[in-house]
């Protein structure tokens, strides 16, 4: 009775060791083994080799170890260092997607910090057009405009709390403006500053979003609509940042905006009275022009004058 009590102890005391070894050999997502040597002495050989401008024989040893060794204590450095290397052979994509492999798989690392640094880095020279990829191995032209946002998307992704993903999200706004994508520069703009309100970049953020909309005038597309968005920007702006030193030129444009608002809309008056012969609605537009005289005199006084004439019209043509 006593072996077979014995016996029994042991088996509990067994059991919870083997509940908790992982049979399959696989260590947590992220997780790094205890130690590797032989991964230590392929990243010592690459480094050697590196030095030595010998980059295709140190790539080939880093992809084998960062292929086989994946969980090696050293597999972030040969991450970092093969990306490194890309960048010297000027393959820039190999070596941004190897950045994000050391960000999104090591983020305890103290090197996850200078991986998305990096990447930043990269994006940011591949949005001023600093940053060329061979063509047909005949000439060298700037990074599609694909790929840019994708890498600026993925440092603001990576690091949505880190004054790098407020940077980046600022520096793809300046790009959707260098391609005239005004639309699109709009939308960035203002999710930098709904997003990072207390960012660095927020107060010109807020600007460009006035200056943009305003911009739409002097592009052909001048409409009430418009200026009317750049207005409200405009006092965003004024509202949100009181101190900064563009504020008094900031409300200086809201005055001139609802001058030209004013104008617009006696535009709009005229165009019913002499091309389209609406003069109910012209009668509508002067009448209410006239009442925004403290916000444009000459505009009111010209109105009052069309006003009157339009009146006549309208009698002469209902005598007909």
Same mark, same amino acid.
Not at 251 to 272: F, P, T
Not at 305 to 318: G, I, P, R, S, V
């Given at each position: 009775?006593?072996l077979?009590l014995?016996?029994?102890?042991?088996a509990?005391?067994?059991?919870?060791l083997?509940?908790? @070894?992982n049979?399959?050999g696989?260590?947590?997502? !992220?997780?790094?083994?205890?130690?590797?040597?032989?991964? #230590?002495?392929?990243?010592?050989?690459?480094k050697?080799l590196?030095a @030595?401008?010998?980059?295709? #024989?140190a790539?080939?040893? %880093? +992809?084998?170890?960062?292929?086989n060794? #994946?969980? =090696?204590?050293?597999?972030?450095?040969?991450? %970092?260092?093969?990306?490194?290397?890309?960048?010297?052979?000027?393959?820039?994509?190999?070596?941004?997607?190897?950045?994000?492999?050391?960000?999104?798989?090591?983020q305890?690392?103290p090197?996850?910090?200078t991986?998305?640094?990096?990447?930043?880095?990269m994006a940011?020279?591949?949005?001023?057009?600093?940053? +060329?990829?061979?063509?047909?191995?005949?000439?060298?032209a700037?990074?599609?405009?694909t790929?840019?946002? +994708?890498?600026?998307?993925?440092?603001?992704?990576?690091?949505p709390?880190?004054?790098?993903? =407020?940077?980046?999200?600022?520096v793809?706004?300046?790009?959707?403006?260098?391609?005239e994508?005004?639309?699109?520069a709009?939308v960035?703009y203002?999710?930098?500053?709904?997003?990072?309100?207390?960012?660095?970049?927020?107060?010109?953020?807020?600007?460009t979003? /006035?200056? %943009?909309?305003?911009?739409?005038?002097?592009r052909?597309?001048?409409?009430? /609509?418009?200026?009317?968005?750049?207005?409200?920007?405009y006092?965003?702006?004024?509202?949100?940042?009181?101190?900064?030193?563009?504020? !008094?030129?900031?409300l200086?444009?809201v005055s001139?905006?609802?001058?030209?608002?004013?104008?617009q809309?006696?535009?709009?008056?005229?165009?019913?009275?002499?091309?389209?012969?609406?003069?109910?609605? =012209?009668?509508?537009?002067?009448?209410n022009?006239?009442?925004q005289?403290?916000?444009?005199?000459? =505009?009111a006084?010209e109105a009052?004058t069309?006003?009157? +004439?339009?009146?006549?019209?309208?009698?002469?043509?209902?005598?007909?």
């Amino acid at each position: 009775m006593r072996l077979n009590l014995h016996l029994l102890l042991c088996a509990v005391a067994v059991l919870p060791l083997t509940m908790c @070894q992982n049979n399959s050999g696989l260590l947590p997502a !992220g997780a790094l083994q205890a130690s590797d040597p032989e991964a #230590d002495n392929m990243l010592a050989e690459a480094k050697k080799l590196v030095a @030595q401008n010998e980059l295709s #024989d140190a790539r080939s040893i %880093l +992809k084998d170890l960062v292929l086989n060794h #994946d969980l =090696a204590p050293c597999a972030p450095e040969a991450r %970092l260092l093969l990306g490194e290397v890309y960048q010297k052979q000027n393959l820039h994509r190999d070596a941004f997607e190897e950045y994000e492999k050391v960000v999104t798989r090591y983020q305890s690392s103290p090197l996850y910090t200078t991986a998305l640094q990096r990447q930043l880095s990269m994006a940011m020279s591949a949005a001023k057009g600093e940053l +060329k990829v061979g063509v047909l191995g005949l000439w060298s032209a700037e990074l599609d405009s694909t790929a840019v946002e +994708k890498w600026l998307e993925s440092v603001i992704t990576n690091a949505p709390y880190n004054d790098m993903a =407020a940077t980046a999200m600022s520096v793809l706004a300046q790009y959707h403006v260098r391609k005239e994508h005004y639309d699109r520069a709009i939308v960035t703009y203002t999710r930098l500053v709904e997003r990072y309100p207390d960012s660095r970049y927020a107060p010109e953020a807020q600007l460009t979003v /006035a200056q %943009l909309w305003a911009g739409n005038v002097t592009r052909g597309s001048q409409n009430m /609509a418009n200026l009317s968005r750049a207005q409200e920007a405009y006092e965003e702006f004024s509202l949100r940042f009181p101190k900064h030193k563009d504020a !008094g030129k900031a409300l200086a444009e809201v005055s001139n905006l609802r001058r030209l608002m004013v104008q617009q809309e006696l535009d709009v008056g005229r165009y019913y009275m002499e091309r389209s012969r609406e003069y109910p609605s =012209a009668i509508f537009c002067f009448e209410n022009v006239i009442r925004q005289k403290d916000v444009n005199p000459q =505009a009111a006084a010209e109105a009052k004058t069309l006003l009157e +004439k339009t009146k006549q019209l309208m009698n002469t043509a209902k005598a007909s």
